[in-house]
Nanobody, 115 residues
């Protein structure tokens, strides 16, 4: 079993920045993939940024150039640095991990972009 604990969500003004953290139990170096999804009200959950075990990072087109995913293997943590936030980025952001091809989810953290 893998436990994922997110932190760092909150309310931010348009154009602002936030950093989300996802701390995992277990050695993330062995994870197949890890990253972030989000779900806005009335919309389907979508992938935001995912890093594979090989270090490749895939970003959704809507966040490319604004969001940066990074990984700290020593802390078993991945981060999502979000900049130039738009109101359309408002959503519940959830951390996910794929371990031995089983998907695990965190509880989610709310990000609200509003003036």
């Amino acid at each position: 079993q893998v436990h994922l604990v997110e932190s760092g969500g909150g309310l931010v003004q348009p154009g602002g920045s936030l950093r989300l953290s996802c701390a995992a139990s277990g050695n993330i170096f062995n994870f197949n993939a890890m990253g972030w999804y989000r779900q806005a009200p009335g919309k389907q959950r979508e992938s935001v940024a995912v890093i594979t075990s090989g270090g490749a990072i895939n970003y959704s087109d809507s966040v490319k150039g604004r969001f940066t995913l990074s990984r700290d293997n020593a802390k078993n943590t991945v981060y999502l640095q979000m900049s130039s936030l738009h109101p359309e980025d408002t959503a519940v952001y959830s951390c996910m991990a794929v371990v031995q091809f089983t998907i695990f989810w965190g509880q989610g953290t709310q990000v609200t972009v509003s003036s």
